[in-house]
């Protein structure tokens, strides 16, 4: 049996107390968010939009942060619907979301994704993050707290454990307090490779529906599929 509120226990319980930790609730049902709300989860991440609108109803008292592909006529409603933008990987993305923050009233944090794997479609090159870093803070409405990092998937423990050093040291370069690296499987090199968050999924609510697990590596999920619907 899974046991939603269990795992997020264990969880916390391993990953070292200083390491936030944001539970990971894409295509998962708004009561197994809650079940994690009552084992103590605080931070949710969420990769689309009009999935987590509906969701957010329910879950109340949380910090909510989006961390799919930024899509520039999203912008506004990631803008209203979430405390926390992840995933910012380009200039456009920056502007729209400073925009629609603008309008809103709101300072909205964020931080710069990097992209430190081969199989990875978005992000940011880390010899490019700098640059990019500058031009955000330049933006009145978003303020910049960090880096986000996915890692690499199929090679071995040492080569994700260089990929997220490669994401330390371009943090160092871009500034801010927030390291988002590491997720279910791979969170212990992230933790090594100095994380102060990771993003956890599987590891809380269990495995997504097929649509996340099979073609796709997390994070690639095409989110126009999901939003025509
Ligand atoms: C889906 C996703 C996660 C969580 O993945 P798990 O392997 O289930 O922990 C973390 N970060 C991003 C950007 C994701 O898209």
């Known amino acids: 049996m899974t046991d939603i509120g269990q795992r997020y226990r264990r969880l916390r319980s391993e990953v070292p107390a200083h390491v936030a930790i944001v539970a990971v609730s894409k295509l998962q049902p708004a009561s197994a968010v809650s079940r994690a709300i009552d084992a103590g989860a605080r931070d949710f991440g969420e990769n689309y939009v009009q999935e987590a609108v509906r969701k957010f109803a329910a879950m109340q008292g949380v910090t909510k942060h989006f961390i799919g592909h930024v899509q520039t006529n999203k912008a506004k409603a990631i803008a209203a619907a979430f405390d926390l933008v992840q995933s910012v990987d380009r200039l456009d993305a ?136």
């Not at 809103?104 to 993050?129: D, T």
């Not at 071995?156 to 943090?171: G, K, N, Y």
């Open 94 to 229: 920056a502007l729209a979301l400073s925009k629609a923050a603008a309008h809103l009233g709101k300072v909205l944090p964020v931080l710069l994704q990097i992209n430190i794997s081969p199989g990875e479609r978005f992000g940011i090159s880390p010899q490019e993050a700098p640059q990019l870093a500058q031009r955000i803070r330049e933006m009145e409405n978003l303020r910049l707290d960090g880096v986000m990092a996915i890692g690499p998937v199929g090679v071995d423990r040492a080569q994700v454990q260089a990929a997220f050093e490669r994401a330390a040291r371009t943090w160092t370069k871009v500034g801010g307090t927030v390291l988002s690296i590491g997720m279910s499987g791979d969170w212990r090199e992230a933790v090594a490779a100095g994380s102060t968050m990771i993003r956890a999924g599987s590891a809380i609510f269990g495995p997504r529906a097929a649509k996340d697990t099979s073609k796709h590596a997390p994070g690639q999920v095409p989110e126009e599929a999901e939003e025509r619907t």
